[in-house]
């Protein structure tokens, strides 16, 4: 996609219209209000790519869920699976 090549850009967009769909189906099951993307691939313009087309579909196929994507700045998305262990809750046996 750097060099101009369009078809990239259809993946993303693609992976994100997918992606929205799928939070959706996950809000089916899950009380989601936040959602934090993370990991390689939320990196750079694909990432934004991604976010930008998971977001419209939550906006118009689905404008009664509340979720908001949460995208942490791009070091600490490359450190994404850190992340989410830190931020679990602990479990009190």
Do not use: C, W
Request: hydrophobic content about 40%; cysteine-free.
């Amino acid at each position: 996609m750097a060099e101009g090549d369009e078809r990239a850009r259809k993946i993303y967009e693609t992976i994100g219209v997918h992606f929205g769909y799928a939070i959706a189906h996950y809000a089916t099951f899950y009380d989601i209000r936040n959602l934090l993307f993370l990991g390689r691939v939320a990196s750079g313009d694909g990432g934004q790519i991604i976010i930008d087309q998971a977001e419209e579909v939550l906006r118009t196929e689905f404008p009664d869920l509340k979720i908001a994507l949460r995208v942490p700045d791009e070091k600490t998305k490359r450190h994404g699976q850190a992340v989410a262990a830190a931020s679990l809750p602990k479990v009190v046996k």
